[in-house]
């Protein structure tokens, strides 16, 4: 038997990015060792990827959000929900490094390197976390707020659901839409952004994924910006552009791996830890509580 011959992953709908050519080798590394075989090497690969911030540093964004969207305006500027927040974190980065807590004056680690250069290593590692956690609490923040508002405006009943999907067999595809309205047999999916822009093909892809998940047929995209400016764009379900740029893609990209020989993958992994490190003292950090 084949070393990869049983690989069988989940692909979500919000990310279908294997389908839209928006990916790179190490992408395809960091999504393989989730499942069975390449999991056998996941603690190579995993130690070194660091995507999201602290759970306690996302719930005082979402905090944030929630205190400045509760009195009933959509407008945001994620700058300044930044600014309210990052201080106390980088506070916290502070008493970190120089283990300023009374408790214990003493550094807990030995290091090589300087306080100050271990300091500005995190901070130049973290805060980027802190800027994309702000935008993702944003967005599920008034992700609800919007589909009351289409609900009343557009005359839908669009309601909160769970998750779906459809097995292939030798992939599943997995997906929570924002909502459906299971009398018209349509999806919304809430998108909020800077400023209003042209449907992506990530947009696309994803509520062409719904719609064959659910057998709905209209798709609802809803862009809303800072400005509390909305454009409604409708999809209809295309069940031949689903097979073109979904269904075959992934089903390429299964195969890839599943012909693939387990030196060939040692190899992908030796190169992708040569090019793809995390310093020690954020791994620290995020496992300090």
């Known amino acids: 038997m084949e070393f990869a011959e049983k690989f069988k992953p989940n692909f979500i709908s919000s990310d279908l990015k294997f389908c839209a050519n928006d990916y790179n080798e190490e992408d395809e ?3 393989v060792v989730k499942f ?26 979402k905090d944030a959000w929630e205190n400045h969207f509760s009195n009933g305006q959509f407008t945001f500027d994620d700058k300044l929900v930044f600014e309210q927040v990052w201080p106390s974190i980088e506070q916290e980065i502070e008493n970190f490094i120089f283990q300023k807590d009374s408790s214990c004056p003493v550094k807990k680690f030995e290091q090589e390197n300087s306080p100050d250069k271990e300091l500005n290593d995190l901070k130049e590692f973290y805060k980027p976390l802190i800027e994309k956690a702000v935008k993702c609490e944003r967005g599920l923040s008034l992700e609800r707020r919007i589909v009351k508002i289409i609900n009343k405006e557009e005359n839908f009943e669009f309601r909160k659901t769970y998750k779906r999907e459809i097995d292939f067999g030798f992939f599943k595809l997995i997906g929570i ?29 994803q509520c062409l994924s719904y719609l064959r998940m659910l057998d ?26 689903f097979t073109d740029k979904i269904y075959n893609k992934l089903k390429q990209f299964v195969d890839k791996y599943r012909t693939i020989t387990e030196d060939e993958f040692l190899y992908k992994i030796l190169f992708y830890c040569e090019i793809k ?8 950090f995020l496992h300090n509580d």
């Open 36 to 61: 069975w075989p390449f999991s056998r090497y996941k603690d190579k690969v995993l130690r070194n990827i660091v995507k999201d911030a602290k759970l306690i540093h996302r719930q005082k964004i």
């Open 277 to 284: 490190t995390v310093p020690d003292v954020l791994t620290r």
């Open 216 to 241: 709905f047929e209209k798709c609802l995209l809803v862009q809303s910006d800072k400005n509390r400016e909305k454009k409604i764009i409708e999809i209809s379900r295309d069940d031949q552009e």
């Open 29 to 31: 590394i960091e999504f």
């Open 177 to 205: 839409p924002d909502g459906i309205d299971h009398k018209r047999k349509t999806v919304i999916e809430i998108k909020t952004k800077e400023w209003i822009q042209p449907e992506s093909e990530k947009e696309r892809l």
